[in-house]
């Protein structure tokens, strides 16, 4: 029963998602959206527990070791400026990450895709470094906004660790692996 709410819900969320996103001035969502992961951290937590206790899925997990991409000595929001010039934007309705020793939660979360409605996209997550500079986590994967693989982005259908690394380095030079 879950997997056919999930098959029914994923795109319908996706729709909803896509059209929010469409509304939200775009500086809301590039650099300046620094407000999103505050009200992700408050949020997603009991969110994450009510899914899960309900056979619902989850809303926030640890990152694997494979979808480290490197450091930088720069700040997250340096790196968002970078990601954002890239044409990245900010992902307010991702599920909430941490790394994986589950020491840290993500500072930000950004998407780079052709168009709201591509197949897929690049998930780019910053964690801040006890040094200021930042860790870089990524991968490759079915796109949250297009209701036709809404689905298997939810269930990691597709995800590609090392297709994400690179594609990432590539955007951000500045990291060191």
Known sequence: MTEILLKVFAP???????????????????NEGWHWNPIRRFLLPPLDRLKRDNGL?????????????????????????IIAESGGTRMPLSAL??????????KASWA???SVDAEYQLHI?????????????AHYEKNAYNPDVAY????????????????????IPEIES
Not at 125 to 137: A, H, I, K, N, S
Not at 152 to 171: L, P, Q, S
């Open 12 to 30: 319908l969320v996706a729709i909803m998602a896509s059209t929010l996103k469409m509304m939200i001035p775009k500086r809301l969502l590039g």
């Open 112 to 114: 780079v895709r052709e």
């Open 152 to 171: 298997e982005h939810y269930r990691g259908i597709g995800m590609d660790y090392a297709k994400g690394v690179e594609k990432t380095r590539e955007i």
């Open 97 to 106: 990450k941490r790394d994986p020793d589950g020491d840290r939660i993500e």
């Open 125 to 137: 997550m910053l964690f801040e470094r006890e040094d200021g500079g930042t860790d870089v986590y």
């Open 57 to 81: 899925g989850y809303s926030a997990y640890k990152l694997d070791e494979d979808e480290y991409a490197g450091k930088t000595s720069l700040s997250p929001r340096e790196v968002g400026i």
